[in-house]
């Protein structure tokens, strides 16, 4: 790779190296492993650098690396069950005050299927169309709609009373 291009891809990093992680984060809910698929993404626009048309679509390139990866990651293995020392609590009544609302929101989001997480992500997060979704997570609208449809159905009867609680703009916002 040319040193121009080096340099290129070096400020890539440094501008849209946070958004990249939250976006990630938000995809599989462990910041290590945010980190590692941060990594893993930007390697593959490294190597792909040299032949992207246009540098702008560079972090298009990389959201898309990042969506598929962390699908590859998920269905090889099983980290949707995560060990915990406690059962959680069944909840009878609403939330009481934001941070809970979030957390418990936070919550259902990470019970979502990888592949309908990674649509709202890039859906509500990252205020993608659905066709820009559909590229991101290499598949059709058609698709992108139904894992949208079908997620935000689970996350509403999950959330019972308190599906107001959706659009999901405040857990978006503040990554947690």
């Excluded at 290590?32 to 246009?54: H, M, S």
């Excluded at 005050?97 to 309908?116: G, S, T």
């Excluded at 159905?153 to 999901?168: H, I, M, N, S, Y």
Aim: net charge neutral; glycine share 4%.
């Amino acid at each position: 790779m040319a040193a121009r291009d080096r340099d290129a891809f070096a400020e890539f990093v440094t501008a849209r190296s946070a958004a990249l992680h939250r976006a990630a984060y938000l995809m599989v809910g462990d910041p290590g492993l945010a980190q590692d698929l941060v990594q893993e993404a930007l390697t593959k626009t490294y190597v792909a650098w040299p032949r992207l048309r246009d540098p702008a679509n560079a972090e298009a390139y990389t959201r898309k690396a990042i969506t598929t990866t962390a699908i590859s990651w998920f269905r090889r293995r099983s980290w949707s069950e995560r060990p915990t020392e406690q059962l959680p609590e069944a909840r009878t009544t609403g939330p009481a005050d934001a941070a809970d609302e979030r957390a418990w929101v936070w919550q259902a989001l990470l019970e979502l299927p990888v592949r309908q997480r990674a649509a709202v992500v890039l859906r509500y997060y990252e205020d993608l169309t659905e066709a820009q979704t559909a590229e991101a997570m290499g598949c059709a609208v058609g698709t992108v709609k139904s894992q949208v449809s079908a997620a935000l159905r689970k996350l509403r009867e999950r959330l019972g009373d308190d599906a107001t609680l959706l659009p999901l703009d405040d857990l978006l916002t503040t990554g947690r």
